[in-house]
Protein backbone atom coordinates (compact mmCIF):
# COMPACT_ATOMS: atom_id res chain seq x y z
CA UNK A 1 0.00 0.00 0.00
CA UNK A 2 1.63 3.22 -1.17
CA UNK A 3 1.52 5.88 1.53
CA UNK A 4 1.67 9.48 -0.01
CA UNK A 5 4.90 11.60 0.44
CA UNK A 6 4.11 14.23 2.02
CA UNK A 7 1.83 12.47 5.11
CA UNK A 8 5.34 9.95 5.19
CA UNK A 9 7.80 13.00 5.49
CA UNK A 10 5.26 14.61 8.01
CA UNK A 11 5.93 11.61 10.30
CA UNK A 12 9.47 11.67 9.24
CA UNK A 13 9.72 15.17 10.82
CA UNK A 14 7.83 13.81 13.86
CA UNK A 15 9.96 11.33 14.46
CA UNK A 16 13.32 13.19 13.64
CA UNK A 17 11.90 16.09 16.17
CA UNK A 18 11.66 12.92 19.03
CA UNK A 19 14.49 11.00 18.45
CA UNK A 20 17.30 13.56 18.13
CA UNK A 21 18.14 13.37 21.78
CA UNK A 22 19.08 9.50 21.17
CA UNK A 23 21.51 10.08 18.47
CA UNK A 24 24.22 12.92 18.29
CA UNK A 25 24.43 13.24 14.38
CA UNK A 26 26.44 16.36 14.50
CA UNK A 27 29.24 14.45 16.66
CA UNK A 28 29.06 11.09 14.31
CA UNK A 29 28.72 13.06 10.88
CA UNK A 30 32.20 15.17 12.32
CA UNK A 31 33.43 12.21 13.37
CA UNK A 32 32.93 9.94 9.73
CA UNK A 33 34.51 13.10 7.75
CA UNK A 34 36.90 13.21 9.90
CA UNK A 35 37.89 9.47 9.29
CA UNK A 36 37.55 9.99 6.00
CA UNK A 37 39.37 13.09 4.76
CA UNK A 38 42.22 11.92 7.44
CA UNK A 39 42.36 8.47 5.26
CA UNK A 40 44.72 9.42 2.05
CA UNK A 41 42.51 8.17 -0.96
CA UNK A 42 44.59 9.54 -3.97
CA UNK A 43 45.45 7.70 -6.98
CA UNK A 44 49.71 7.70 -5.95
CA UNK A 45 50.02 6.98 -2.49
CA UNK A 46 45.87 6.19 -1.30
CA UNK A 47 44.04 3.01 0.10
CA UNK A 48 40.60 3.02 -0.44
CA UNK A 49 40.54 -0.16 1.35
CA UNK A 50 41.33 1.33 4.60
CA UNK A 51 38.55 4.07 3.97
CA UNK A 52 36.32 0.91 3.76
CA UNK A 53 36.98 -0.95 6.71
CA UNK A 54 36.62 2.14 9.14
CA UNK A 55 33.88 2.69 7.74
CA UNK A 56 32.48 -0.74 7.70
CA UNK A 57 33.61 -1.08 11.44
CA UNK A 58 31.42 1.43 12.17
CA UNK A 59 28.32 -0.37 10.84
CA UNK A 60 29.54 -3.89 12.33
CA UNK A 61 29.30 -2.17 15.52
CA UNK A 62 25.57 -0.25 14.54
CA UNK A 63 24.88 -4.22 14.77
CA UNK A 64 24.46 -4.95 10.57
CA UNK A 65 25.50 -8.52 10.09
CA UNK A 66 28.74 -9.77 8.39
CA UNK A 67 27.37 -11.18 5.72
CA UNK A 68 25.73 -7.65 5.00
CA UNK A 69 28.99 -6.15 4.67
CA UNK A 70 31.20 -6.66 1.71
CA UNK A 71 34.62 -5.06 1.18
CA UNK A 72 35.53 -6.48 -2.62
CA UNK A 73 37.92 -5.11 -5.31
CA UNK A 74 40.47 -5.94 -7.96
CA UNK A 75 43.50 -5.55 -5.35
CA UNK A 76 44.31 -5.42 -1.61
CA UNK A 77 44.79 -1.35 -1.83
CA UNK A 78 41.46 -0.65 -3.84
CA UNK A 79 38.70 -2.05 -2.17
CA UNK A 80 35.02 -1.09 -2.65
CA UNK A 81 32.82 -1.11 0.39
CA UNK A 82 28.86 -2.73 -0.12
CA UNK A 83 26.43 -2.32 2.92
CA UNK A 84 23.18 -3.77 2.42
CA UNK A 85 20.70 -2.54 5.66
CA UNK A 86 17.41 -5.31 4.96
CA UNK A 87 14.00 -3.90 4.17
CA UNK A 88 10.84 -5.31 5.36
CA UNK A 89 9.83 -6.24 1.81
CA UNK A 90 12.44 -8.53 0.35
CA UNK A 91 10.27 -8.57 -2.90
CA UNK A 92 11.04 -5.30 -3.93
CA UNK A 93 14.33 -4.55 -5.67
CA UNK A 94 16.30 -2.06 -3.33
CA UNK A 95 17.49 1.62 -3.18
CA UNK A 96 21.31 1.89 -4.28
CA UNK A 97 23.37 4.97 -2.42
CA UNK A 98 26.11 5.87 -4.18
CA UNK A 99 29.55 7.86 -3.41
CA UNK A 100 33.25 6.94 -4.12
CA UNK A 101 35.72 7.02 -1.60
CA UNK A 102 38.77 8.40 -3.38
CA UNK A 103 40.26 11.83 -3.82
CA UNK A 104 42.55 13.59 -6.49
CA UNK A 105 45.50 14.45 -5.62
CA UNK A 106 46.65 17.26 -3.04
CA UNK A 107 50.38 18.17 -2.47
CA UNK A 108 50.66 20.13 0.81
CA UNK A 109 53.00 22.79 -0.23
CA UNK A 110 50.00 24.11 -2.43
CA UNK A 111 48.16 24.17 0.52
CA UNK A 112 47.67 26.32 3.39
CA UNK A 113 47.22 23.86 5.70
CA UNK A 114 47.30 19.47 5.55
CA UNK A 115 44.93 18.65 3.04
CA UNK A 116 44.67 15.48 4.80
CA UNK A 117 43.90 16.81 8.29
CA UNK A 118 40.20 18.00 9.29
CA UNK A 119 40.51 21.45 9.68
CA UNK A 120 37.89 23.64 11.45
CA UNK A 121 38.81 27.30 10.82
CA UNK A 122 36.13 30.75 10.72
CA UNK A 123 33.00 28.27 9.96
CA UNK A 124 34.19 25.70 7.50
CA UNK A 125 35.76 22.21 7.49
CA UNK A 126 39.26 21.94 5.24
CA UNK A 127 40.62 18.88 3.59
CA UNK A 128 40.51 17.01 0.54
CA UNK A 129 37.26 15.65 -0.03
CA UNK A 130 35.07 17.95 2.37
CA UNK A 131 33.57 19.32 -1.18
CA UNK A 132 34.16 16.02 -3.50
CA UNK A 133 32.95 14.10 -1.96
CA UNK A 134 33.49 12.31 1.69
CA UNK A 135 31.35 14.92 2.94
CA UNK A 136 28.33 13.29 0.21
CA UNK A 137 29.35 9.78 1.39
CA UNK A 138 29.14 10.86 5.14
CA UNK A 139 25.82 12.07 4.93
CA UNK A 140 24.74 8.68 3.86
CA UNK A 141 26.83 6.79 6.51
CA UNK A 142 25.51 9.00 8.89
CA UNK A 143 21.84 9.38 8.40
CA UNK A 144 22.12 4.90 8.01
CA UNK A 145 23.69 4.49 11.61
CA UNK A 146 21.27 6.95 12.60
CA UNK A 147 18.61 5.08 11.21
CA UNK A 148 20.47 2.25 12.99
CA UNK A 149 19.94 3.41 16.26
CA UNK A 150 16.44 4.14 15.85
CA UNK A 151 15.70 1.01 14.86
CA UNK A 152 14.30 2.06 11.57
CA UNK A 153 13.07 -0.87 9.11
CA UNK A 154 12.71 -0.02 5.99
CA UNK A 155 10.25 -0.73 3.58
CA UNK A 156 12.86 -2.21 1.29
CA UNK A 157 16.54 -2.89 0.77
CA UNK A 158 19.13 -0.17 1.03
CA UNK A 159 22.59 -0.67 -0.50
CA UNK A 160 25.36 1.92 0.49
CA UNK A 161 28.10 1.89 -2.36
CA UNK A 162 31.29 3.36 -1.56
CA UNK A 163 33.39 2.57 -4.54
CA UNK A 164 37.24 3.58 -5.80
CA UNK A 165 38.24 4.71 -8.80
CA UNK A 166 36.14 7.52 -9.57
CA UNK A 167 38.33 10.33 -9.94
CA UNK A 168 41.02 7.98 -12.28
CA UNK A 169 44.50 6.58 -11.45
CA UNK A 170 43.28 3.62 -9.66
CA UNK A 171 40.74 0.73 -10.81
CA UNK A 172 37.16 2.08 -11.27
CA UNK A 173 35.28 0.76 -7.90
CA UNK A 174 31.74 0.66 -9.87
CA UNK A 175 32.78 -0.76 -13.72
CA UNK A 176 34.55 -3.56 -11.31
CA UNK A 177 31.23 -4.05 -9.04
CA UNK A 178 29.57 -4.20 -11.97
CA UNK A 179 31.40 -6.56 -14.25
CA UNK A 180 32.54 -9.00 -11.04
CA UNK A 181 29.73 -8.90 -8.39
CA UNK A 182 26.67 -7.25 -10.02
CA UNK A 183 24.64 -8.68 -7.53
CA UNK A 184 26.03 -6.04 -4.51
CA UNK A 185 24.45 -3.86 -6.34
CA UNK A 186 21.48 -4.54 -8.17
CA UNK A 187 18.57 -2.06 -7.11
CA UNK A 188 15.61 -0.33 -8.60
CA UNK A 189 17.31 3.08 -9.24
CA UNK A 190 20.63 4.82 -7.64
CA UNK A 191 20.97 7.99 -5.27
CA UNK A 192 24.90 9.09 -6.45
CA UNK A 193 25.84 12.07 -4.04
CA UNK A 194 28.22 13.28 -6.08
CA UNK A 195 26.19 15.65 -8.65
CA UNK A 196 23.54 17.97 -8.45
CA UNK A 197 23.30 19.69 -5.00
CA UNK A 198 22.12 23.06 -3.52
CA UNK A 199 23.62 26.39 -5.10
CA UNK A 200 23.91 29.04 -2.29
CA UNK A 201 24.92 32.27 -2.91
CA UNK A 202 26.88 34.45 0.52
CA UNK A 203 25.67 31.48 2.29
CA UNK A 204 22.12 31.51 1.27
CA UNK A 205 20.82 28.08 -0.43
CA UNK A 206 19.31 29.59 -3.73
CA UNK A 207 18.94 25.95 -5.67
CA UNK A 208 18.50 22.41 -5.33
CA UNK A 209 19.70 20.93 -8.42
CA UNK A 210 18.46 16.74 -9.26
CA UNK A 211 21.09 15.39 -12.06
CA UNK A 212 19.30 12.99 -13.82
CA UNK A 213 21.53 13.33 -17.04
CA UNK A 214 25.31 13.87 -17.52
CA UNK A 215 27.37 14.53 -20.82
CA UNK A 216 29.29 11.67 -22.39
CA UNK A 217 33.49 12.02 -21.88
CA UNK A 218 35.27 11.12 -25.23
CA UNK A 219 39.05 11.72 -25.90
CA UNK A 220 40.29 11.66 -29.40
CA UNK A 221 43.66 11.89 -30.49
CA UNK A 222 44.76 14.08 -34.11
CA UNK A 223 47.72 12.97 -35.59
CA UNK A 224 49.97 13.69 -38.52
CA UNK A 225 52.77 12.55 -39.42
CA UNK A 226 55.59 12.87 -43.08
CA UNK A 227 59.33 12.15 -43.62
CA UNK A 228 60.05 15.87 -42.42
CA UNK A 229 63.54 17.64 -43.67
CA UNK A 230 65.56 20.40 -43.45
CA UNK A 231 63.34 23.52 -42.75
CA UNK A 232 65.60 25.50 -45.16
CA UNK A 233 63.46 23.76 -47.70
CA UNK A 234 60.04 24.28 -46.75
CA UNK A 235 57.16 21.91 -48.22
CA UNK A 236 53.43 22.43 -48.13
CA UNK A 237 52.48 19.30 -46.30
CA UNK A 238 54.15 20.51 -42.89
CA UNK A 239 52.54 18.08 -39.95
CA UNK A 240 52.26 21.25 -37.49
CA UNK A 241 50.44 23.21 -40.27
CA UNK A 242 48.06 20.28 -41.31
CA UNK A 243 47.17 19.44 -37.60
CA UNK A 244 46.05 23.86 -37.01
CA UNK A 245 44.15 23.57 -40.31
CA UNK A 246 41.97 20.87 -39.10
CA UNK A 247 42.02 22.13 -34.85
CA UNK A 248 40.87 25.74 -36.58
CA UNK A 249 37.93 23.98 -38.75
CA UNK A 250 36.74 21.84 -35.12
CA UNK A 251 36.98 25.26 -33.79
CA UNK A 252 34.97 27.14 -35.99
CA UNK A 253 32.26 24.44 -36.24
CA UNK A 254 28.89 24.76 -34.26
CA UNK A 255 27.20 21.34 -32.68
CA UNK A 256 23.10 21.39 -33.28
CA UNK A 257 20.99 22.04 -30.57
CA UNK A 258 19.38 18.96 -29.32
CA UNK A 259 17.08 19.16 -26.04
CA UNK A 260 16.52 15.58 -23.90
CA UNK A 261 13.74 15.66 -21.21
CA UNK A 262 15.97 16.78 -18.45
CA UNK A 263 17.44 19.81 -20.10
CA UNK A 264 14.48 21.05 -21.25
CA UNK A 265 12.85 21.02 -17.93
CA UNK A 266 15.90 22.53 -16.64
CA UNK A 267 15.14 25.87 -18.80
CA UNK A 268 11.63 25.65 -17.91
CA UNK A 269 12.02 25.56 -14.08
CA UNK A 270 14.90 27.53 -14.20
CA UNK A 271 13.40 31.02 -16.38
CA UNK A 272 11.32 32.15 -13.18
CA UNK A 273 14.52 31.68 -11.00
CA UNK A 274 16.58 33.66 -13.59
CA UNK A 275 13.72 36.64 -14.88
CA UNK A 276 14.44 39.17 -17.32
CA UNK A 277 15.71 38.70 -20.83
CA UNK A 278 17.58 35.24 -19.75
CA UNK A 279 14.54 34.03 -18.24
CA UNK A 280 13.06 34.62 -21.27
CA UNK A 281 15.73 32.99 -23.60
CA UNK A 282 15.21 29.97 -21.29
CA UNK A 283 11.97 29.46 -21.66
CA UNK A 284 11.90 30.69 -26.00
CA UNK A 285 15.02 28.25 -26.64
CA UNK A 286 13.51 25.22 -25.38
CA UNK A 287 9.73 25.49 -26.30
CA UNK A 288 9.09 23.48 -29.50
CA UNK A 289 12.00 23.51 -32.10
CA UNK A 290 13.68 26.60 -30.30
CA UNK A 291 13.71 30.37 -30.77
CA UNK A 292 16.74 31.36 -32.81
CA UNK A 293 17.53 34.34 -30.99
CA UNK A 294 17.08 32.98 -28.19
CA UNK A 295 19.82 30.39 -28.60
CA UNK A 296 21.94 32.26 -30.67
CA UNK A 297 22.06 34.33 -26.94
CA UNK A 298 22.37 31.67 -24.69
CA UNK A 299 24.91 30.69 -26.59
CA UNK A 300 27.42 33.16 -25.85
CA UNK A 301 27.33 31.65 -22.01
CA UNK A 302 29.67 28.43 -21.91
CA UNK A 303 27.22 26.71 -18.94
CA UNK A 304 24.08 27.28 -21.12
CA UNK A 305 25.74 26.44 -24.94
CA UNK A 306 27.42 23.17 -22.99
CA UNK A 307 23.43 21.83 -22.08
CA UNK A 308 22.59 22.46 -25.75
CA UNK A 309 25.01 20.99 -27.60
CA UNK A 310 27.99 18.56 -27.90
CA UNK A 311 31.40 20.38 -28.14
CA UNK A 312 34.97 19.20 -28.51
CA UNK A 313 37.75 21.45 -27.86
CA UNK A 314 41.74 21.16 -28.34
CA UNK A 315 43.32 20.28 -24.88
CA UNK A 316 47.32 18.57 -25.48
CA UNK A 317 49.72 19.93 -28.82
CA UNK A 318 52.14 18.14 -29.34
CA UNK A 319 54.47 18.71 -32.73
CA UNK A 320 58.07 18.68 -34.28
CA UNK A 321 61.40 17.57 -32.94
CA UNK A 322 63.96 20.22 -33.38
CA UNK A 323 63.62 23.97 -33.85
CA UNK A 324 65.72 23.84 -37.32
CA UNK A 325 63.52 20.63 -38.41
CA UNK A 326 60.36 20.35 -40.31
CA UNK A 327 58.25 18.29 -38.28
CA UNK A 328 57.93 14.75 -39.13
CA UNK A 329 54.86 14.63 -36.79
CA UNK A 330 51.97 16.75 -34.91
CA UNK A 331 49.45 15.78 -32.22
CA UNK A 332 46.43 17.06 -30.23
CA UNK A 333 44.11 15.81 -28.03
CA UNK A 334 40.25 16.80 -28.19
CA UNK A 335 38.13 16.52 -25.53
CA UNK A 336 34.68 16.08 -26.34
CA UNK A 337 31.52 16.01 -24.66
CA UNK A 338 28.70 14.15 -26.04
CA UNK A 339 24.94 14.92 -25.40
CA UNK A 340 23.63 11.79 -24.47
CA UNK A 341 22.91 9.30 -27.52
CA UNK A 342 25.34 10.54 -29.29
CA UNK A 343 27.79 7.70 -30.21
CA UNK A 344 31.79 8.10 -30.55
CA UNK A 345 32.09 6.44 -34.02
CA UNK A 346 29.56 8.55 -34.97
CA UNK A 347 31.19 11.81 -33.43
CA UNK A 348 34.79 10.67 -35.42
CA UNK A 349 32.98 10.29 -39.01
CA UNK A 350 31.43 13.68 -38.30
CA UNK A 351 34.81 15.49 -37.19
CA UNK A 352 36.93 13.38 -39.78
CA UNK A 353 34.19 14.98 -42.49
CA UNK A 354 34.55 18.29 -41.19
CA UNK A 355 38.61 18.24 -41.49
CA UNK A 356 38.67 16.69 -44.94
CA UNK A 357 42.51 15.67 -45.11
CA UNK A 358 42.92 12.18 -45.06
CA UNK A 359 46.24 12.99 -43.62
CA UNK A 360 44.95 13.37 -40.12
CA UNK A 361 44.30 10.53 -38.77
CA UNK A 362 41.52 10.15 -35.83
CA UNK A 363 42.18 7.63 -32.74
CA UNK A 364 40.22 6.90 -29.49
CA UNK A 365 42.19 7.63 -26.41
CA UNK A 366 39.51 7.10 -23.68
CA UNK A 367 35.88 6.71 -24.56
CA UNK A 368 32.65 6.57 -21.92
CA UNK A 369 29.59 4.43 -22.29
CA UNK A 370 26.59 5.48 -23.23
CA UNK A 371 24.64 7.88 -20.07
CA UNK A 372 21.08 7.61 -21.05
CA UNK A 373 19.32 10.32 -19.26
CA UNK A 374 17.02 9.29 -16.28
CA UNK A 375 13.43 9.66 -16.40
CA UNK A 376 12.34 11.78 -13.62
CA UNK A 377 10.95 9.86 -10.89
CA UNK A 378 7.62 11.61 -8.89
CA UNK A 379 8.17 9.94 -5.94
CA UNK A 380 12.20 10.52 -5.64
CA UNK A 381 11.08 14.75 -6.45
CA UNK A 382 8.66 14.49 -3.76
CA UNK A 383 11.07 12.94 -1.49
CA UNK A 384 13.41 15.51 -2.23
CA UNK A 385 10.92 18.18 -1.73
CA UNK A 386 10.13 17.30 1.62
CA UNK A 387 13.18 17.24 3.17
CA UNK A 388 14.57 20.22 1.59
CA UNK A 389 13.15 22.16 4.06
CA UNK A 390 16.64 21.09 6.75
CA UNK A 391 18.35 23.17 4.00
CA UNK A 392 16.02 26.29 3.27
CA UNK A 393 12.11 27.01 3.23
CA UNK A 394 10.42 26.62 -0.28
CA UNK A 395 13.98 25.48 -2.33
CA UNK A 396 13.50 25.33 -5.72
CA UNK A 397 14.19 22.16 -7.40
CA UNK A 398 15.23 22.06 -11.13
CA UNK A 399 16.63 19.05 -12.49
CA UNK A 400 19.98 19.22 -14.58
CA UNK A 401 22.13 17.84 -16.70
CA UNK A 402 25.93 17.80 -15.61
CA UNK A 403 28.26 18.56 -17.89
CA UNK A 404 30.73 16.53 -16.15
CA UNK A 405 31.33 12.79 -15.89
CA UNK A 406 30.44 10.92 -12.88
CA UNK A 407 29.88 6.88 -11.76
CA UNK A 408 26.26 7.21 -12.47
CA UNK A 409 27.23 6.34 -15.65
CA UNK A 410 27.94 3.24 -15.41
CA UNK A 411 25.15 2.37 -13.32
CA UNK A 412 22.91 4.61 -16.00
CA UNK A 413 24.15 2.17 -18.86
CA UNK A 414 23.55 -1.13 -16.75
CA UNK A 415 19.83 0.04 -16.78
CA UNK A 416 19.42 1.04 -13.96
CA UNK A 417 18.23 4.96 -13.24
CA UNK A 418 20.14 7.40 -11.15
CA UNK A 419 19.73 10.80 -9.47
CA UNK A 420 22.42 12.72 -8.35
CA UNK A 421 22.27 15.36 -5.59
CA UNK A 422 23.05 15.77 -1.71
CA UNK A 423 21.64 18.13 0.64
CA UNK A 424 25.38 20.05 0.87
CA UNK A 425 25.18 23.41 -0.25
CA UNK A 426 28.05 24.98 -1.80
CA UNK A 427 28.77 28.90 -2.82
CA UNK A 428 28.61 29.62 -6.82
CA UNK A 429 31.76 31.49 -6.59
CA UNK A 430 33.50 29.36 -4.09
CA UNK A 431 33.68 25.74 -5.59
CA UNK A 432 36.94 24.55 -4.70
CA UNK A 433 36.73 20.49 -5.80
CA UNK A 434 39.80 19.45 -7.32
CA UNK A 435 41.32 22.58 -6.18
CA UNK A 436 43.67 23.99 -3.28
CA UNK A 437 42.12 24.53 0.34
CA UNK A 438 39.09 22.70 -0.58
CA UNK A 439 36.72 23.51 2.23
CA UNK A 440 32.93 23.24 3.46
CA UNK A 441 30.81 25.38 5.20
CA UNK A 442 30.28 23.91 9.00
CA UNK A 443 26.75 24.70 9.06
CA UNK A 444 26.15 23.19 5.67
CA UNK A 445 27.46 20.13 6.11
CA UNK A 446 25.23 20.21 9.65
CA UNK A 447 21.91 20.55 7.26
CA UNK A 448 22.99 18.46 4.79
CA UNK A 449 23.31 15.28 7.10
CA UNK A 450 19.68 16.11 8.07
CA UNK A 451 18.39 16.55 4.97
CA UNK A 452 19.96 13.59 3.85
CA UNK A 453 18.46 11.51 7.32
CA UNK A 454 14.67 12.89 6.21
CA UNK A 455 15.13 12.25 2.54
CA UNK A 456 16.62 8.65 3.03
CA UNK A 457 13.30 8.19 5.83
CA UNK A 458 11.01 9.20 3.78
CA UNK A 459 11.66 7.41 0.69
CA UNK A 460 12.56 4.45 2.56
CA UNK A 461 9.32 4.28 4.56
CA UNK A 462 6.97 5.19 1.66
CA UNK A 463 6.00 1.85 0.43
CA UNK A 464 4.41 -0.51 3.57
CA UNK A 465 5.34 -4.35 3.52
Sequence with gaps: MTRPILAVALSVAVAASAQAQTFDQ???????????????????????????????????????????????????????????????????????????????????????????????????????GTQDIKAGAATLITSLLRMRAEKFTPARDLILALTAGEEGGMPNGVEW??????????????????????????????????????????????????????????????????????????EAYTFPVEFNEITRAYMQRSAPLRGGQLGADLLAASAGAGDPAAIRRLSDDPWFNAQMRTTCIATLLSGGHAPNALPQSATANVNCRRLPGLKSDSLVRLLARLVADTNVVFSIVEDAPQSPPSPLRPDVEAAVRAAADAIAPNLPLVPNMDTYASDGLYIRNAGTPTYAFSGLAVDVDDVRAHGRDERLNVQAFERGQEFMYRFLRTIAASVTP
Design 26 to 128: KAVGRAVLKDLIETNTTPSVGNTTKAAELVAARFRAAGVAASEIAIVGPDELHKNLVIRIRGADRTRKAILLLAHLDVVEAERKDWTMDPFKLNEVDGFYYGR
Design 177 to 250: LLANRKELIDAEYCINVDGGGVDSEKGKPVVMNIQAAEKVYLDLKLSVTNKGGHSSLPRPDNAINALARALTKI
